[in-house]
Every structure is written in C-alpha cells, then in structure tokens.
C-alpha cells in the first residue's frame, strides 16, 4: 500500500478490479441486458444524476414535452450505466475481442488525409458512447497521445493506465508538461485527444454558447492550432446496444481555427453538438456542463483575466 491510502481505498480498488475483469470475459449482449436492468435503478437511486440529467435536458431540448425529455434521461442513465459495466471489456477484454466489436468505421480518411499532408490531428473526444472503445481504436490505428487526470481512488491508477495504454496509447499529465508533450506529438503529424467537453479550470477557458446557453469552455484548443497547423476532427464510439461499436470521426466546425478563443471555443461546441445529435441519449448529460456562471466570473477576484461570449 502507498503511502497515504487508507485501507478502505485499497479494498475498493481491489473490488473494482475483480469486477472489470470478470465483466472483461462477458458478452456485449449481457452487459447491454444488466445495463437495461440497472439503468432504471441509477435513475431512482441516484438523485444527483437524475437531477442533474434532467436539468440539462430541459435546457438544451425546450421544445421536447415532459415525457418525452423523461424518457430521454431514463436512456441516457441507461447509456452511462452500460459504459461502467463496459469499462472492464475495454481496458481488459482480449485485443481480438475488443477489434471485433467495432463493426464500422466513418470518417478515417479525415485522419489519414491529414497526416498524409504532414499535419497532426486533434481529436475531441466527447463523452459520447463508450470512449474508452474510441480510446482503443486509435491507439491500435494511429500513434495516439491523450491527456490524463489519475482517478480519485489513487490505487486504481495503475490498472487505468494499462488498460489504456495497452495498445501503444501514451497518456500525459493535464499540466503544461502534459500540453508541451500534445505539441510535440502533432508536430510529428500523431493524432492526440482531447476532452472538448469538461469544464476547465478558472482562467483556463471562455465562456461560449452550447446548445445556446453559455458554458464554460477549454482554450487548449486554438493554442495547439495556432502552434502546430494540425487539423480538428470530433471523434465517438457510438453503442450498437448489444452488437458492438460504430466509430465515427466528423469534420470539426471551421471555427475552431480561430485565432480568437471564444470563436474557437463556439466552434468546439458546434463540434460536440454536431456529434450528439447521432443519437442524444448516448450522451452523458448527467455531467454538470453549465456548473460555471459568467456571474461567478463578474465575482472572481481574476476576473479580468476572463473573456466573456459577445
């Protein structure tokens, strides 16, 4: 045991172990059939994602009636549920396996064009689907670079790395070492990830419009473009319930390569939302994407180091 873990972490994390790898030897048509099984129980049970999904969905879906909006958050925890219960299949299920459940591929000529100019490639990488399975693909196809924060439960670190790493994938801190680390491998025209979705930060992003509505968004994108030339694609593994995956790269909006951030940033949004509407309800709406409030930032003691959308 390392230094500072408690007992209770260690015996957690063992626990979590056990179950990814005895879910790493089960069929995708049985973990679609617990997932429909526990996804209504996530919805009852769990008030923060349930509320919080729900909360989302009345914003960006306004014209969707009560029930229709219900139903989609029911999907929705249902998605998210068979994510977890398929995390075990993507970090630990055999190689062969895991290839052959992607059973389609759109879009790759946008990577393969790109690096056949010489350019790298950004991939935002929503969380859309399962992208522990879009993670596994590209490191299989491409020399593939994506930042990593550890998991809050440190004795899992090691087990995460190498479930993500085991096809070749290299994973960086989300520090400046980890960004210097993104530019060098689009420098050597590599593919690299990128989450165009989690709220960066104070002082590491813009607020720009998502589904019409002010979110707080990263600015790494527009620094690695401006630094590397590399070209922007949205990236996805979209769930075939119980057959497999469908992976799907989409040209990103043109206005990530803005030189202004709040354009860029309007543009990676444009980008997620472009990719959600293959199939709303396997999106995670249960994150708090709107937590950030252009008032929080009035009331920031930095806040003039803040752009704001106009």
Same mark, same amino acid.
């Given at each position: ?12 994390a ?7 790898r005895s879910?790493a ?10 997932a ?5 129980l996530?919805?009852?049970l769990? /008030?923060?994602e /349930?509320r919080?999904?729900?909360?989302n ?6 014209s ?5 909006r219900?139903?989609?958050a *029911?999907?929705s925890?249902?998605h998210s549920?068979a ?10 299920g055999?190689l062969?396996r895991?290839?052959a459940?992607i059973l ?6 946008l990577?393969?064009k790109?690096?056949?100019?010489g ?6 990488a929503p ?12 490191s299989g ?5 994506a ?9 899992l670190e090691?087990?995460i790395?190498?479930g993500r790493? /085991?096809r070749?994938?290299?994973l960086v801190?989300?520090?400046p ?6 530019l060098k ?7 690299v990830?990128?989450l165009?979705d989690q709220?960066?930060?104070w002082g590491?992003?813009?607020?720009a419009?998502?589904y ?9 994108l527009p620094?690695l473009v ?6 922007v694609v949205t990236?996805v ?13 989409l040209?990103a909006?043109?206005r990530v390569y ?6 860029s ?7 997620v ?13 249960e994150y708090?994407?709107? /937590? ?8 920031h ?5 803040? *752009?704001?959308y106009?």
């Amino acid at each position: 045991m390392a230094a500072g873990e408690s007992p209770s972490s260690e015996l957690q994390a063992r626990a979590i172990a056990t179950l990814w790898r005895s879910l790493a030897r089960r069929r995708l048509t049985t973990l679609w059939w617990l997932a429909r099984l526990a996804g209504p129980l996530v919805e009852q049970l769990s /008030r923060r994602e /349930r509320r919080v999904t729900r909360t989302n969905l009345m914003t960006v879906y306004p014209s969707c009636n009560d029930a229709q909006r219900r139903q989609l958050a *029911r999907q929705s925890l249902t998605h998210s549920t068979a994510t977890m219960l398929e995390l075990g299949f993507a970090w630990r299920g055999d190689l062969k396996r895991v290839e052959a459940s992607i059973l389609e591929v759109h879009g790759r000529e946008l990577l393969d064009k790109a690096r056949d100019e010489g350019r790298g490639v950004i991939v935002l990488a929503p969380h859309f689907g399962n992208w522990e399975v879009l993670n596994f693909w590209l490191s299989g196809h491409f020399p593939f670079t994506a930042m990593y924060e550890p998991p809050k439960l440190a004795p899992l670190e090691p087990i995460i790395r190498q479930g993500r790493e /085991r096809r070749g994938a290299r994973l960086v801190p989300t520090t400046p070492r980890g960004v210097a680390a993104l530019l060098k491998a689009l420098k050597r025209a590599e593919a690299v990830g990128i989450l165009p979705d989690q709220e960066p930060d104070w002082g590491r992003g813009v607020f720009a419009p998502f589904y019409n509505r002010l979110a707080y968004t990263a600015t790494l994108l527009p620094k690695l473009v401006a630094r590397t030339q590399a070209r922007v694609v949205t990236g996805v593994a979209l769930r075939l319930p119980g057959k497999g995956f469908a992976v799907h790269f989409l040209a990103a909006d043109p206005r990530v390569y803005a030189t202004d951030e709040v354009t860029s940033a309007t543009g990676v949004n444009a980008s997620v939302e472009a990719v959600i509407a293959l199939d709303p309800a396997q999106y995670q709406w249960e994150y708090k994407r709107y /937590r950030k409030t252009p008032q929080e930032a009035e009331d920031h003691p930095d806040f003039k180091h803040f *752009r704001l959308y106009r």
